[in-house]
């Protein structure tokens, strides 16, 4: 039975095939016109037009307009990871998340911004650093109304309101509600002084001190 369906329609998939090699388009949307090689291909682009959606995912009820995306979808109730980094070794369970993810082993960047040209590997990233140009600030605080321009931003300022504070010193126990402040707090063990004045050479822990110093020299 298995045999005698693919021989049914030979010279069909000879043409397909050909069409393949040439990049043949002769299937067009009548829509959009979008051009396809092989009429089961725009049949399934047609279900983008009609918001058909006829495969169904068994767990959820979510459905998808291709057999392919409910395919991906199901990973995420079964858990598997299909998709492995040749490089670290670690997984993914989609084919785009490790194309992603292959950018930071390449260094590739391919994103830029139009305005001030820096690039970023991922589009998310771009997409956070355009705020910066335009001033948007589209994360808002529910208590304070106080906005942000992005989410960890936010989320560091509700720490002010909840008084959670998840970085603690190894050394005395104290805690604090930024990694930044713990990093300034530390050098009160190790001693460390990085700012150092230009004038006469003092060195102090903190840029505010050194700030605060510089007044003894310029009055």
Known sequence: MRSSRRRRHPERAINKYRRLLTKEKPFKCDVCGKRFTGQGSLKAHMR????????GCDVCGKRFNRQGHLKTHMIVHTGEKPFGCDVCGKRFTAQGSLKAHMIIHTGEKPFGCDVCGKRFNQ??????????????????????????????????????????????????????????????????HTEEKPFGCDVCGKRLSL????????RVHTG
């Open 123 to 188: 589009q998310g990233h771009l997409k956070t650093h355009m705020i910066v140009h335009t001033g948007e600030k589209p994360f808002g605080c529910d208590v304070c109304g106080k906005r942000f321009n992005q989410q960890g931003h936010l989320k560091k300022h509700m720490r002010v309101h909840t008084e959670e504070k998840p970085f603690g010193c190894d050394v005395c126990g104290k805690r604090f509600n930024q990694q930044g402040i713990l990093k300034r707090h530390m050098r009160v």
């Open 207 to 214: 840029k505010q001190n050194l700030k605060t110093h510089m």
């Open 48 to 55: 983008i037009h009609t918001g058909e959606k006829p495969f």
